[in-house]
């Protein structure tokens, strides 16, 4: 069994899929930080010196001064701000995942289509690549 799983760990698709999963993960870490720590900052200044990861409403029926108080006590909040960064993250890294298929679609080339077909040289009909009499002109295709 131990033998089974190892032949079947070393495949090649599924050690890119591993590496994939791992460099997938530490790249959504990198737009999240970049979204909370580059990007929302001078957009919430300027709206008026936002802070969307404070942005909450609270649902509990009193009223604290942010969302960090709200949570010390345990209120009940909708955290609508920390759900519009989370879009902006995925929006982010999807953008970035359309870029890369697309680039991989690029570069990967169509298969070269083979010819099913060829001209007749006397009535330049299209027949099939092996015929050896046209079935247009009835002209003899070995001889020509």
Same mark, same amino acid.
């Given at each position: 069994?131990?033998?089974?799983?190892?032949?079947?760990?070393?495949?090649?698709?599924?050690?890119?899929?591993?590496?994939?999963?791992?460099?997938?993960?530490?790249?959504?870490?990198?737009?999240?930080?970049?979204?909370?720590?580059?990007?929302?900052?001078?957009?919430?200044?300027?709206?008026?010196?936002?802070?969307?990861?404070?942005?909450?409403?609270?649902?509990?029926? @009193?009223?604290? %001064?942010?969302?960090?108080?709200?949570?010390?006590? $345990? *209120? =009940?909040?909708?955290? #609508?701000?920390?759900?519009?960064?989370?879009?902006?993250?995925?929006?982010?890294?999807?953008?970035?995942?359309?870029?890369?298929?697309?680039?991989?679609?690029?570069?990967?080339?169509?298969?070269?289509?083979?010819?099913?077909? @060829?001209?007749? %040289?006397?009535?330049?009909?299209?027949?099939?690549? $092996? *015929? =050896?009499?046209?079935? #247009?002109?009835?002209?003899?295709?070995?001889?020509?």
């Amino acid at each position: 069994m131990f033998k089974e799983f190892k032949e079947f760990a070393m495949r090649g698709n599924v050690l890119d899929m591993a590496v994939g999963i791992i460099i997938g993960a530490s790249f959504g870490k990198i737009v999240t930080s970049f979204v909370n720590d580059m990007l929302m900052p001078p957009i919430g200044r300027v709206l008026g010196r936002v802070d969307f990861s404070d942005l909450f409403i609270n649902i509990s029926g @009193k009223s604290y %001064p942010s969302m960090a108080a709200a949570k010390a006590v $345990g *209120a =009940a909040t909708i955290n #609508y701000g920390m759900f519009l960064n989370t879009i902006l993250d995925f929006l982010i890294v999807a953008f970035a995942v359309f870029l890369l298929v697309k680039q991989v679609n690029r570069f990967r080339r169509a298969p070269e289509p083979t010819a099913t077909t @060829k001209t007749c %040289p006397l009535c330049l009909s299209v027949i099939p690549l $092996g *015929a =050896a009499r046209c079935m #247009y002109c009835t002209a003899d295709l070995k001889a020509a």
